[in-house]
């Protein structure tokens, strides 16, 4: 047998070398068929108008459609778990967002883990997130409306887009911060949400700007300030938490996509470069500013890192309304 021991090294180096080339030519290839971009809430959400809005450029950009599919569930992590379990060609990404990482923060037992099953591949946008009452509240800042919680203790209750996401625990830092006793109502998305509380069966919601901007200027919803760090320039006149009376309070509703741990390098940094055309684009700039959603920028490595100290923050946050399961 000794003898044939050489050949048999030669046939293993040159399958080895053989699998070697074809994924080579794989990446260089790629895509050569239509991209899924899952995305974990429903159409008309926030994340769904960021998808479809960046996905329509990167089709262009990449040669291939990139097909949005709507997976909406459990604060987005249904999809996410589908995406972490998928093949590791770039052909089927997520659009991650804030929601996932507050999420896992109330539930670090999920069946995937952001960090461990997830490649980033680039920051898309970020939504501005208002908060927005009903107008039988009475309240007409943010000043009444603590007031308000403080002398009916339970009986104001909050929309989010589902247990765990930023609106959900930017509600509970409300609590914390202002000293007051209010009820969480989850949603599957924004839409939902945004219908109970123009139908006032909710009293408030931290809501993304895209579900109450329009609400707000027929007066049909009373928005009391914005929990990002600057005024809006949609609504130049509405306050920041900080000028209405909370120091200290910033946040918002980010997205970006990501591919199932171990996709191959060369094909994450050409769907960062799609990205990154695609959010610099003047129509998208465009499309996203009257909804007061505005272009961010970071590839790979910089969206890792903006992953590891949202995780961080939102982790304290967790912790400190003692929502840890």
Do not use: C
């Not at 770039?90 to 883990?113: C, D, H, R, V, W």
């Not at 969480?184 to 809501?207: C, I, N, Q």
């Amino acid at each position: 047998m000794r003898p044939f021991k050489p050949l048999a090294v030669i046939a293993a180096a040159l399958i080895g070398a053989t699998a070697a080339v074809t994924a080579a030519w794989a990446q260089a290839d790629y895509p050569n068929r239509p991209v899924r971009l899952i995305v974990g809430f429903p159409a008309g959400s926030s994340a769904d108008i960021a998808a479809r809005v960046v996905g329509a450029r990167m089709s262009q950009v990449l040669g291939q459609q990139v097909v949005v599919e709507n997976k909406p569930g459990a604060g987005s992590s249904i999809a996410a778990g589908e995406v972490a379990r998928a093949d590791k060609d770039g052909y089927t990404i997520f659009m991650l967002s804030s929601a996932n990482i507050t999420n896992e923060a109330i539930n670090p037992k999920l069946p995937f883990n952001i960090v461990r099953d997830f490649q980033p591949i680039a920051l898309v946008n970020t939504t501005a997130v208002i908060l927005a009452v009903h107008p039988s509240t009475g309240a007409n800042d943010l000043k009444a409306l603590i007031a308000l919680a403080k002398a009916k203790p339970g009986e104001l209750n909050f929309a989010s887009t589902g247990v765990g996401t930023a609106p959900h625990l930017s509600g509970e830092l409300l609590s914390q911060r202002a000293g007051i006793k209010i009820v969480h109502v989850p949603y599957k998305g924004s839409p939902e949400a945004a219908t109970d509380l123009l139908a006032g069966r909710v009293s408030m919601m931290f809501s993304p700007a895209t579900a109450v901007v329009a609400q707000a200027k027929e007066g049909k919803l009373t928005v009391l300030a914005t929990a990002t760090g600057t005024r809006l320039s949609i609504l130049p006149e509405l306050p920041t938490m900080a000028e209405a009376g909370m120091p200290d309070f910033e946040t918002s509703i980010w997205f970006g996509l990501v591919a199932p741990v171990g996709t191959p390098r060369p094909i994450v940094d050409k769907l960062a470069k799609a990205v990154a055309e695609a959010t610099s684009a003047l129509e998208v700039a465009r499309a996203w500013e009257p909804q007061g959603i505005l272009p961010l920028k970071g590839g790979p490595d910089e969206f890792g890192k903006h992953i590891t100290s949202e995780i961080k923050r939102w982790n304290e946050v967790a912790e400190a309304a003692g929502l840890k399961k």
